[in-house]
């Protein structure tokens, strides 16, 4: 086990905000101008990146992107 190297040290993570908090975060900037139903979130890297149905369209989403150690919204599309 000498050899071989540390891939991954969980105690450096500064994912802090989990999957379902930052739907919630989404969901409430959301919700300000649409009327929003199903949700995907995927973590790249240190952001959260959350796609929303809005409208009554299933095909008419939008994206926000979250920071995932602070929660911080820090853009849309």
Same mark, same amino acid.
Not at 21 to 25: G, L, M, P, S, V
Not at 41 to 44: C, F, I, P, Q, S
């Given at each position: 086990m000498?050899? *071989?190297k540390k891939i991954y040290d969980n105690s450096e993570s500064t994912v802090k905000i989990n999957r379902q908090? =930052? !739907?919630? !975060?989404t969901r409430k900037f959301l919700e300000q101008h649409h009327n929003v139903s199903s949700a995907k =979130? /995927? *973590?790249?890297q240190d952001r959260w990146? /959350?796609?929303m149905c809005v409208g009554l369209s299933t095909s008419d989403t939008r994206s926000v992107q979250i920071d995932a150690s602070t929660g911080r919204i820090l853009g849309f599309m």
């Open positions: 000498r050899g *071989l908090q =930052a !739907i919630e !975060i =979130a /995927v *973590l790249k990146i /959350v796609t």
